[in-house]
C-alpha cells in the first residue's frame, strides 16, 4: 500500500504562480511512476504530467512550457511547479503512482486525495 498526499493547492490570479506537492508513504520501494492529473467537473480526469524513476518526463501537450514536474526520490516527492497559470488551469489536481505488481503483471495504482486549484481572471 502507498499513501499520497498533496499540498500546495491555492487561489491564485491568472499569471501567477504554484507549486504543488504529493509526498508519498508506505510501500515506497515498490514505486515506480508518480504523476500529476487534474479534473474538473463533469469531465473526465487529464494527464498533466509523469516522471519515472530514471527522471524522465512526460507532460500533456498543452501543459508544455508552463508546467514542470520534478522528483525528490530522497524525500519520497514528487512536485508540480505551475507557471503562467490561467483560468482553464481551474481545477483539482491529483497525485497518482504505479507501484509494484499484481499476480497478472498488473500495476497496483494509488491516487491521492487531491488539492484544488482555483485561477481568477
Known amino acids: 500500500q502507498v499513501q499520497l498526499v498533496e499540498s500546495g493547492g491555492g487561489a491564485v490570479q491568472a499569471g501567477g504562480s504554484l507549486r504543488l506537492s504529493c509526498e508519498a508513504s508506505?510501500?515506497?520501494?515498490?514505486?515506480?511512476?508518480m504523476g500529476w492529473y487534474r479534473q474538473t467537473p463533469g469531465k473526465q480526469r487529464e494527464l498533466v504530467a509523469t516522471?519515472?524513476?530514471?527522471?524522465?518526463?512526460n507532460y500533456s501537450d498543452s501543459k508544455k512550457g508552463r508546467f514542470a514536474i520534478s522528483r525528490n526520490n530522497a524525500k519520497n516527492t514528487v512536485y508540480l511547479q505551475m507557471n503562467d497559470l490561467k483560468p482553464e488551469d481551474t481545477a483539482a489536481y491529483y497525485c497518482?503512482?504505479?507501484?509494484?505488481?499484481?499476480?497478472?503483471?498488473?500495476?497496483?495504482?494509488?491516487w491521492g486525495q487531491g488539492t484544488q486549484v482555483t485561477v481568477s481572471s
Open positions: 516522471i519515472n524513476n530514471d527522471g524522465i518526463t
Open positions: 497518482k503512482t504505479s507501484a509494484g505488481y499484481d499476480r497478472f503483471g498488473r500495476p497496483y495504482v494509488y
Open positions: 508506505g510501500s515506497i520501494f515498490n514505486i515506480n511512476s
